[in-house]
């Protein structure tokens, strides 16, 4: 019983139905090809100061058990950006973060983040880039098991589209473009770790009311550790990098990657003090008190090696596309409560296409996630699952309709993002949709059973 105590809350939430690196979309990889000559307007050399993207949200929670009644979501970017010159480019941008809820669990939450700032110098060969960026390696959509640089943002979880779910953090960026191939190197100085919900949003992945932690089954020991515990992160330093090489072919497209780097993600460790006490044959209450002042569970980040590849081929009206990615440390918990790492090994592949005319996508991606000669633990070691998108266009490209979903195949756990949207006064778009969970007991969408959201709202980026 008490093996269910720790949890390993990296692999939950990166687990959207299908494990690694999250949930739900990107775009396409980075073409290789040589960049243009850069040229410069009278107009693009003066100072340009505006809004880069905003974006306003308004939810209803729908089920009587949820932790809140409603949800308001506000974020916006201003950017202020100066070429002086063809080959030198200057950017400063700043990024506000609102969040609000009512009913049981209230919050209201400020937030100021810095988002893509930084110098540039670009040839026709190469382009050098210093300062704060948003690195998005690989090749399918929503989880890219070789994107591992970059800052991941969980502050509403998974239910936003992948581009919102990543944060800049300050690299040098050196970029080599050749006729059919890239070669990409990328050094973080300074770790920056995941950015997490608010201890009171729905969204935190520990439930102090119920006693649950987000990817573990219920437990009547857990349950009261959890209503008893604290958290928090070691915010470790150091740096980390990570060297890409990608070409294209005729009909196909490859990269392949090396990087080394800490879990974005942070993974919870149980006190030491208290697994020693409980081991003992302590009480909850005696055993939280043996930690003392420190953290009950402390999110680690421990370094990982990372050796990937992408694929991607044309056959006939389908885009194919494989990823997969080697990683040397994975965070795990035994069955005695310590923290280990093992080898794991991730991967996705996926179609997509286009049926019956342009105004249709479909595309579909299948998943899993693997821990290599791992130890008894209370992890999940093998996960299969499905996930992908569905959208079309229709009345003269004016509405758009869409399916996002991820589901598990190996256990049931099941989200479902339907969304209808008016895209007619291009860049806005408003849009109404659902976010729904469903799940087995220690899954996410167990979790998130009590939690699904009726949500409209107004998205424009410039």
């Known amino acids: 019983m008490s093996a269910r105590v720790l949890a390993p809350l990296l692999l939950a939430l990166a687990t959207v139905g299908v494990e690694a690196q999250e949930v739900l979309i990107i775009g396409a990889p980075e073409t290789p090809t040589a960049l243009p000559e850069p040229t410069t307007t009278a107009g693009q050399r003066a100072l340009q100061l505006g809004i880069d993207r905003l974006w306003t949200e308004f939810g209803a929670f729908t089920e009587g058990e949820a ?77 890219p098991p070789t994107d591992r640089l970059s800052v991941q943002d969980i502050s509403r979880f998974a239910i936003d589209e992948l581009d919102d779910r990543r944060r800049a953090v300050p690299l040098l960026r050196w970029e080599e473009f050749g006729t059919d191939h890239k070669l990409d190197l990328v050094v973080i100085p300074e770790f920056r770790p995941a950015e997490l919900p608010d201890d009171d949003s729905v969204w935190y992945p520990v439930d102090r009311d119920q006693g649950r932690l987000l990817g573990i089954r219920s437990d009547p020991l857990l349950a009261a550790l959890v209503r008893g515990a604290s958290t928090g992160d070691d915010r470790p330093g150091g740096a980390g990098a990570g060297l890409r090489f990608s070409q294209s072919l005729s009909g196909l497209d490859y990269a392949l990657t090396v990087q080394h780097t800490r879990h974005s993600l942070p993974y919870y460790e149980l006190d030491p003090a208290v697994r020693r006490a409980l081991a003992a044959g302590a009480d909850v209450a005696s055993a939280l008190a043996a930690g003392g002042e420190r953290p009950t569970f402390l999110g680690r980040h421990p370094y990982t090696t990372i050796l990937g590849g992408d694929l991607g081929v044309v056959i006939g009206g389908a885009t194919l596309r494989l990823e997969a990615a080697w990683l040397s440390d994975v965070p795990v918990t035994t069955r005695d409560l310590r923290l280990d790492t093992v080898a794991g090994l991730d991967w996705v592949a996926g179609i997509e296409f286009y049926p019956g005319d342009a105004d249709t996508r479909i595309n579909l991606q299948l998943a899993g996630r693997h821990l290599l000669d791992a130890p008894p633990v209370i992890d999940w070691v093998d996960t299969l699952s499905l996930n992908g998108q569905l959208e079309s266009e229709w009345g003269q490209g004016r509405w758009r309709g869409r399916l996002r979903f991820a589901a598990g195949l190996n256990r049931h756990d099941l989200y479902l993002n339907p969304e209808i949207a008016y895209i007619a006064r291009e860049p806005h778009e408003f849009y109404l949709g659902v976010h729904y969970f469903d799940g087995e007991d220690g899954t996410f969408g167990d979790f998130y059973a009590d939690d699904t959201l009726i949500a409209t709202g107004w998205r424009v980026r410039y």
């Open 67 to 143: 932790r809140a009644a409603t949800s308001a979501h506000f974020t916006g970017v201003i950017a202020a950006a100066w070429r002086p010159t063809p080959a030198w480019e200057l950017r400063a941008a700043l990024r506000l973060d609102a969040d609000a809820q009512s009913g049981a669990e209230r919050l209201r939450a400020l937030a100021l983040d810095y988002d893509e700032s930084y110098l540039r110098y670009s040839t026709p060969r190469r382009r050098l880039t210093l300062g704060a960026q948003t690195v998005l390696w690989g090749r399918v959509d929503e989880i």
